[in-house]
């Protein structure tokens, strides 16, 4: 909970020097002549110290309204900012409460309140023992706000509509919270006597609602993206390529003949790869992790192509490999790899390197297979490029920018006839971006 601490105008210099210049003028006039002070002197003193004085009352009167604007502008972004991290949250009753409180400490409102649609969230100050949070709105003004999204204010007792005879609350400032232009709740201040309705304090709460529906906003915009990866990953995992799937059983079925144990061995090892690709992974998992699946699925494409057609080669940076990662990033780049890099005169040749840098992380991928035209370079990064896995590439792009941010993703380079290189940068890795990925094991170990 938020300390009560209301904020007071402060004393200026110029209130100083107007109270000194009117104090010393009345002793001035009222002792002189005890001194012998002509009389002439003494008007005359007199004169310029009420002139001082007036000058004094003249410059507040001229400066005062940026004054307000300056405390006002400072009131708003200090509630905002302390309200942050609450409403990157939602609106709901617990971040609601907070912010309200936030509110009440920092300006002269008697009480704040916040409203959904169609609850009363958080309520903070005077009348919190009736005001009851949880409970529909019940004041008309509110809904009309809601209704037409604008401001309401109320300056009677009656137009809040408690039922309380003995609240004190008896007026208010109804702003609409909106989010995309469309309103979400309201923001309410109140007042124990409409004399406090005066444009400065209307100013301040319109401000402020604008800025906690930026922030509303942001948070639904953090909220839409999350979702938005979560789907492309549901979708990754939903879209296994169909000629894979079919040539590894078609592959398990021919060995069923000619080498039952190897058939019974990768239809385990199947199980366990699809297990794996059905799991709801939207939290990061260890390199390792992500490493042991890529390697899963490269015994049924070596099983499909022949052992010695495909070799990869492991280059992992000791400690990397616990470093986390979004689930399904380096599977289906090998796949990709495999599936656009195999020729049927040459083997071909794989090779992931994990290195690190100053402040991000790099995943590579190579081949020596057949390679990207320059006219499908450019388009590699694009939904539904290319065969099988279409989305491949750009799902792992956008969830690596999604939990990483600007700096992250996807960089990829190609020579027809050369092969592939598809580099992974993670930026700017958190502090809780290590995981337990256990011992490294021998670096450049051959699969």
């Known amino acids: 909970m938020a300390p009560s601490r209301k904020r007071t105008s402060g004393v200026r210099p110029g209130d100083?020097?107007?109270?000194?210049?009117?104090l010393a003028a009345g002793i001035f006039a009222a002792f002189g002549p005890f001194f012998g002070v002509p009389e002439w002197a003494i008007a005359l003193t007199a004169l310029l110290l009420a002139g001082i004085a007036v000058g004094s009352l003249v410059d507040r009167m001229r400066t005062r309204p940026d004054h307000l604007r300056a405390m006002q502008s400072h009131q708003i972004l200090e509630i905002a900012n302390e309200s942050l991290s609450y409403l990157r949250k939602g609106l709901n009753s617990t971040t609601a409460e907070a912010v309200c409180?936030?509110?009440?400490?920092?300006?002269?409102?008697?009480?704040?309140a916040i409203t959904?649609?169609?609850?009363?969230?958080?309520?903070?100050g005077?009348?919190?023992?009736?005001?009851?949070?949880?409970?529909?709105?019940?004041?008309?003004?509110?809904?009309?706000?809601?209704?037409?999204?604008?401001?309401?204010?109320?300056?009677?007792?009656?137009?809040?509509?408690?039922?309380?005879?003995?609240?004190?609350?008896e007026a208010a400032i109804v702003v609409p919270l909106q989010v995309r232009d469309?309103?979400?709740?309201?923001?309410?201040?109140?007042?124990?006597?409409?004399?406090?309705?005066?444009?400065?304090?209307?100013?301040?709460?319109?401000?402020?609602?604008?800025?906690?529906?930026?922030?509303?906003?942001?948070?639904?915009?953090?909220?839409?993206t999350?979702?938005?990866?979560?789907?492309?990953?549901?979708?990754?995992?939903?879209?296994?390529?169909?000629?894979?799937?079919?040539?590894?059983?078609?592959?398990?079925?021919?060995?069923?003949?000619?080498?039952?144990?190897?058939?019974?061995?990768?239809?385990?090892?199947?199980?366990?790869?699809?297990?794996?690709?059905?799991?709801?992974?939207?939290?990061?998992?260890?390199?390792?992790?992500e490493l042991e699946y890529t390697r899963r699925y490269l015994v049924f494409e070596r099983a499909r192509f022949g052992e010695d057609r495909i070799t990869v080669?492991?280059?992992?940076?000791?400690?990397?490999?616990?470093?986390?990662?979004?689930?399904?990033?380096?599977?289906?780049?090998?796949?990709?790899?495999?599936?656009?890099?195999?020729?049927?005169?040459?083997?071909l040749h794989i090779r992931i390197e994990g290195r690190t840098g100053v402040d991000c992380i790099e995943i590579v991928?190579?081949?020596?297979?057949?390679?990207?035209?320059?006219?499908?370079?450019?388009?590699?990064?694009?939904?539904?490029?290319?065969?099988?896995?279409?989305?491949?590439?750009?799902?792992?792009?956008?969830?690596?920018?999604?939990?990483?941010?600007?700096?992250?993703?996807?960089?990829?380079?190609s020579e027809p006839g050369q092969g592939t290189t598809v580099t992974i940068t993670i930026a700017a890795l958190p502090a809780n971006s290590v995981g337990d990925g256990g011992s490294d094991g021998p670096q450049g170990a051959g699969l």
Request: hydrophobic share 40%; with cysteine; charged share 25%.
């Open 182 to 224: 469309q309103p979400v709740g309201t923001l309410k201040f109140y007042y124990t006597t409409s004399k406090l309705l005066n444009e400065t304090q209307i100013t301040l709460v319109e401000g402020l609602a604008k800025l906690l529906s930026t922030q509303l906003e942001l948070s639904e915009l953090e909220r839409q």
């Open 116 to 124: 959904d649609r169609d609850t009363v969230l958080g309520f903070a």
């Open 16 to 22: 100083i020097v107007a109270v000194t210049a009117a």
């Open 365 to 413: 991928v190579s081949d020596d297979g057949r390679g990207i035209t320059a006219e499908d370079l450019p388009r590699v990064l694009e939904p539904g490029f290319g065969r099988g896995l279409g989305i491949a590439l750009k799902n792992v792009d956008d969830r690596l920018k999604g939990h990483f941010g600007p700096g992250s993703g996807l960089a990829v380079e």
């Open 126 to 169: 005077l009348g919190e023992d009736h005001h009851a949070v949880g409970g529909p709105i019940i004041t008309r003004a509110t809904w009309e706000a809601l209704e037409a999204n604008e401001r309401r204010i109320l300056v009677s007792r009656e137009e809040i509509g408690c039922p309380r005879g003995d609240c004190s609350l």
């Open 313 to 347: 080669v492991e280059d992992i940076e000791r400690g990397m490999t616990g470093v986390l990662v979004p689930a399904f990033i380096l599977q289906p780049l090998v796949e990709n790899a495999v599936q656009h890099g195999v020729r049927p005169d040459a083997p």
């Open 226 to 289: 999350e979702l938005a990866c979560r789907m492309e990953l549901k979708a990754l995992q939903s879209q296994i390529n169909p000629h894979f799937l079919f040539n590894t059983i078609n592959t398990i079925a021919a060995l069923i003949r000619t080498d039952p144990p190897r058939a019974r061995e990768l239809l385990r090892e199947f199980a366990a790869f699809y297990r794996r690709t059905l799991e709801n992974s939207d939290e990061l998992i260890t390199l390792k992790r």
């Open 101 to 112: 409180r936030i509110a009440l400490a920092e300006t002269e409102a008697a009480a704040v």
